[in-house]
């Protein structure tokens, strides 16, 4: 099955620096890759997503790359401002019969003024 | 817009006692229906996932089980709740019409098995 690593498990961060949590699979079928933000007591919420044809995409000061090749892909956020602080789940869908969800285990992100 | 509606909020239950939480969802139609759960400061579990009426695939093996009466209702039940199946319950969904869509939550239901 899927496997999805997510790296750093921890990340503390100056507010104005960049934060770039990124993320492994295993799987080369796997062709939909979003990513969560979920902060304290609050459910996951989708932030930004790349599918398996592109490379990149950017969301004002969120974005995401996609290396299909090496399997990893990262989330990138510049400026960081005290309420990007929260905990950030990548994932990884694997197409068939059903969309097959495999989480990372997510990245505490600690921004401080 | 979708909507997915779980209940309840908060739950404090003995352990060996019974266990339901309710998902609905409105706004949409034969979606893809899942039950994560998530212990304190750890990553999403899936527990079950549904793509119909009826049918159910259960992730892990435990104590728990689903069922999918209606096309927008998804139930998670247990017989005798332990310690370790306190946690967060998050119901989610997406779209099953489409080969890759984001999985959207509910609010989820806090558990304490005391």
């Known amino acids: 099955g899927e496997n999805v690593e997510q790296h750093p498990s921890t990340l503390s961060v100056q507010e104005g620096d960049s934060a770039v949590i990124k993320c492994t699979y295993s799987d080369s079928a796997s062709n939909y890759f979003p990513w969560y933000k979920q902060e304290l007591g609050k459910r996951p919420q989708l932030i930004i997503d790349?599918?398996?044809?592109?490379g990149e995409k950017k969301d004002q000061r969120i974005a995401v790359t996609l290396n299909k090749t090496a399997k990893h892909f990262s989330l990138h956020i510049t400026e960081t401002q005290p309420e990007d602080s929260a905990v950030y789940f990548c994932a990884v869908h694997v197409s068939g019969g059903y969309q097959k969800v495999t989480f990372g285990i997510g990245t505490k992100l600690q921004v401080i003024p | 817009s979708q909507t997915i509606h779980q209940w309840p909020a908060t739950l404090v239950q003995p352990v060996g006692s019974p266990l339901s939480l309710e998902c609905t969802v409105e706004?949409?139609?034969?979606?893809?229906l899942y039950w994560y759960r998530q212990a304190a400061g750890r990553g999403l579990q899936l527990l079950f996932y549904s793509v119909g009426i009826g049918q159910i695939s259960s992730e892990v093996p435990q104590n728990l089980s689903a069922s999918r009466p209606q096309d927008r209702q998804f139930i998670l039940s247990s017989k005798k709740l332990l310690l370790s199946d306190s946690g967060f319950y998050l119901c989610a969904l997406n779209q099953n019409d489409r080969f890759n869509s984001p999985l959207h939550f509910g609010n989820g239901t806090r558990l304490t098995v005391t």
């Open positions: 706004g949409t139609s034969n979606p893809n």
């Open positions: 790349i599918r398996s044809n592109v």
